[in-house]
């Protein structure tokens, strides 16, 4: 068997003296979808974040194919970075208000390669044509466009980097159950396409059922089983 | 009479590209003590129509129609006559608790504050604050009193603001999306909090959501929405269990349940409609004709009607 | 969900130009047409083109000193009648625009860049580097401003840019401060923790993603501000640390003027009514600004 994807061990987070969750283990093969559930302040937003170490845990380890995220200086977390990326609850708020959209697709490949963002987009057509964005939507500001729309464009975002690993903090929990099914629809394609794992976070246990294969649950601070989905 | 009674509201908001039709010919009505769900998804024009109800739209929109409330006009009243009714009569439920509750006042100073605000004095305020806060059922209601809103769950607070709003005993209540972004623990609480609004108040309830499970739950009748107009009324049982529209029909595959099967393509923009079936570019049953000719809405069984000519 | 069913007839993007992304969220052209901001830039750039084009402007030479005609009412000679020392006062109005809108704007330009590059790296890196330059920005704002500014004048003697650095130095703590606060809570923004996890450079987060989208506050509390910094060059004028006294300055004509404020009010009504319009404009300005600056249109998608 191949080693995980992401393996979390005894990950532990405290803000001041109060632990927001301690001894997480958690793994995520290559392809896989795993669901983390849990109510409103259990932890697992924070869990996401401390992963990709958008927050600091205070102890544990998040080894990425073998080598340990937390040990890692920031040179080589930012070599890493790509692979490992985040879809936020809130599309409103996951794209800079003063940019067009199409320049926040464009900006993570076009910082990476130092291309024009417009030559970065032409590169993209085939991703931005799978998500369904069309050319005048590119040029919009975030609060221009719907719900959908933003969390498409943040997929196309996120995509450009073809990354292995999504964690998704309730990528849809904000948006209609008609939208809600062709976001996580488009998710689902991505994933038969690229490969990508989801790390997927969300209080809506049906919407787990229906796309994971696995569903952890977080309670009492802690991560407490992976059950099939 | 019915409570509520709509008719033909349009509201089209000008804009530099081209005039957004927010709602078209919309017509509906709410009986006393009814709850009657509004759904369709975000761009649809439902909150619109909740916030043309109380006029509480921006004033360049132009709006169109009749808002019959009691057999009075909402739509024609003075401001003066309408802020009379607005909050005592009809209550808006706001989609925010946490934003809409002063985090610097104790929880019953918020309350009692609207009833001194009708000219009781203090200790009188708080003796129907206490009661109210009771019929809510928080179980300490002098506790809750004195602490503050960032003291209360989610679910409290929701409670708290639902108190509030209904204060004066309304005999409608306007929520907006009451459930978006809760999670389940909270939602449910919600929900109970409706039931509980609707059985001992005898609140009649616009419940505007995409949240369809909790339409199912609560409402007695569905009114379903698609880009600015009504597609089908019916009751909410029959709705969901047989739905008339190939819209409804639609919304209801894309449900995690029934296999989240996603709508094709994308909501016409409201500044750009299509002059035939405003659904036909994403409908499976839609030929040449629904391209041209706009449907109307017909009855399609007893308290049902459905804007499709495939039906009949 | 399958290709053809999200292309649904849309077309498929083929080239893009450019992208409009703006620090301001709204052209320049879009910028100019809010009346806010127009009208306040336009009467602004007036008052700059009097102060540039004094000499052609001014009837009289306003260091020309008459004491057959001192503090005289106006009169068709000197249309806003002259001071103690029988200076024509429009003349002084006129040149007095150089030194005083000169330090006003210099002020604040130096002391706000300084207060967003000091607020910024402070917010953005936090820890210890925070706790060093928030306490600095601490020590400065503890002391109070015209004070503070007394004693550096006092060490490094009077003139024009010693009172602008005095001036400055009293200043940036509070834009420093408030950017600070702005870039903590703008840290945790989704936008900004998708740059970081996307790998961009710290510099092109915080100059392209956070500072635009905190910036507003601070240039609204700039634009008030300028009336401050007048009216403090003013008082340090007063005290013989700010500008000689035969400079024309407006601050240091109200406080000439007080003297007569009985036999001649119009000495100190006058200045004091400019520097009023001044700082009336600049805070409509800030007003107008603040309108534009929010990237939100008011064309917000219908829900």
């Known amino acids: 068997m191949p080693p995980p994807l992401l393996n979390v061990v005894g990950l532990r987070k405290d803000y001041g003296h109060t632990p927001v969750f301690d001894d997480v283990d958690l793994t995520i093969d290559a392809g896989e979808t795993v669901g983390l559930s849990g109510k409103s302040g259990s932890g697992k937003s924070t869990l996401g974040r401390c992963i990709l170490r958008l927050e600091e845990p205070t102890a544990g380890e998040v080894y990425y194919n073998g080598a340990d995220l937390l040990k890692m200086g920031k040179k080589d977390l930012n070599l890493v970075r790509p692979d490992l990326q985040m879809i936020f609850q809130h599309p409103e708020t996951s794209f800079n208000p003063r940019m067009a959209v199409g320049f926040g697709i464009a900006e993570p490949l076009s910082y990476r390669t130092g291309t024009r963002p417009e030559e970065v987009l032409n590169g993209l057509a085939d991703l931005l044509r799978r998500v369904g964005l069309r050319r005048d939507q590119l040029d919009r500001f975030p609060h221009q466009l719907s719900g959908g729309e933003l969390q498409r464009a943040m997929l196309a975002r996120v995509f450009s980097l073809q990354p292995k690993l999504v964690i998704a903090d309730e990528p849809t929990s904000m948006l209609d159950v008609s939208v809600q099914a062709q976001v996580l629809g488009l998710m689902k394609t991505l994933q038969e396409e690229t490969g990508v794992s989801y790390l997927l976070i969300s209080h809506d246990l049906e919407v787990l059922g229906a796309v994971c294969d696995r569903v952890a649950y977080m309670r009492n601070g802690t991560v407490e089983k992976a059950d099939a989905g | ?312 | ?303």
């Open chain 2, 1 to 312: 009479m019915s409570l509520l009674e709509v008719s033909g509201l349009n509201v089209t908001f000008p804009t530099q590209e081209g005039n957004v039709r927010a709602s078209s010919d919309v017509s509906f009505s709410l009986d006393e003590g009814e709850v009657l769900g509004l759904i369709g998804e975000s761009g649809s024009g439902k909150s619109v129509i909740g916030l043309s109800i109380l006029r509480l739209l921006p004033a360049y929109a132009e709006v169109s129609g009749r808002i019959l409330f009691r057999g009075i006009d909402l739509a024609v009243i003075p401001e003066k006559d309408l802020a009379r009714i607005r909050g005592r009569e009809i209550a808006l439920l706001p989609q925010n608790p946490v934003l809409s509750l002063n985090p610097l006042m104790q929880n019953g100073r918020q309350l009692a504050e609207v009833y001194e605000q009708t000219g009781d004095d203090r200790v009188v305020a708080r003796k129907k604050t206490l009661d109210l806060l009771q019929a809510f059922s928080f179980h300490d209601p002098a506790g809750v009193y004195t602490l503050y809103p960032h003291q209360l769950s989610g679910g409290m607070r929701q409670r708290l603001t639902a108190g509030i709003a209904l204060s004066y005993h309304p005999s409608l209540l306007i929520a907006d999306e009451p459930t978006r972004g809760l999670d389940r623990d909270v939602r449910e609480k919600t929900i109970d909090l409706f039931r509980k609004i609707e059985d001992e108040f005898g609140t009649a309830i616009l419940l505007i959501t995409h949240d369809l499970d909790l339409a199912e739950r609560l409402c007695s009748r569905i009114v379903v929405m698609y880009a600015g107009e009504i597609v089908e009324i019916g009751p909410a049982g029959e709705v969901f269990e047989d739905p008339a529209h190939p819209y409804t029909q639609g919304l209801l595959r894309a449900r995690p349940r029934n296999g989240l099967v996603p709508l094709p393509g994308m909501s016409p923009g409201l500044s750009a409609l299509p002059p035939g079936c405003r659904f036909a570019g994403r409908c499976g049953r839609a030929d040449v004709s629904c391209t041209t000719t706009h449907p109307t809405v017909s009855g399609c069984g007893p308290g049902r009607c459905a804007r499709c000519r495939h039906l009949f």
């Open chain 3, 1 to 303: 969900m399958n290709e053809s069913r999200m292309e649904a007839g849309k077309t498929v993007p083929v080239r893009f130009g450019s992208f409009p992304h703006t620090w301001c969220g709204q052209s320049a052209r879009a910028m100019l047409s809010h009346r806010t901001v127009f009208i306040p830039l336009v009467l602004l750039g007036l008052i700059a083109c009097c102060a540039v084009c004094a000499p052609l402007i001014a009837p009289d030479d306003p260091g020309a000193i008459d004491l057959k005609h001192v503090v005289s009412l106006p009169s068709s000679k000197h249309l806003l009648g002259t001071d103690y020392l029988g200076r024509d006062v429009l003349s002084r109005l006129v040149y007095g625009a150089r030194t005083s809108l000169f330090i006003a704007l210099a002020t604040i330009v130096i002391s706000c860049v300084a207060g967003i590059v000091i607020g910024c790296v402070a917010g953005y890196q936090g820890g210890m580097i925070d706790l060093v330059l928030s306490r600095g920005i601490d020590i400065f704002i503890a002391f109070p401003g015209i004070i503070f500014a007394l004693v550096l004048l006092g060490f490094m003697g009077p003139g024009v840019f010693n009172l602008i650095l005095a001036l400055s130095l009293t200043q940036w703590a509070g834009y420093a401060r408030l950017i600070r606060g702005e870039v903590l809570s703008a840290k945790n923004e989704n936008y900004v923790l998708s740059a970081r996890t996307v790998g961009l450079s710290d510099r092109i987060i915080t100059f392209r993603h956070i500072l635009p989208n905190v910036v507003a506050p601070v240039l609204i509390l700039a634009t008030i501000d300028i009336g401050h910094v007048i009216l403090s060059t003013a008082t340090l004028s007063f005290f013989g640390l700010g500008v000689p006294a035969d400079v024309p300055e407006w601050g240091s004509m109200i406080n000439t003027g007080k003297t007569f404020m009985r036999t001649a009010p119009l000495l100190t009504v006058i200045p004091g009514l400019v520097i009023t319009a001044v700082v009336v404009l600049f805070n409509v300005l800030g007003e107008g600004l603040r309108d534009v600056l929010d990237p939100h249109d008011g064309m917000e998608a219908f829900d």
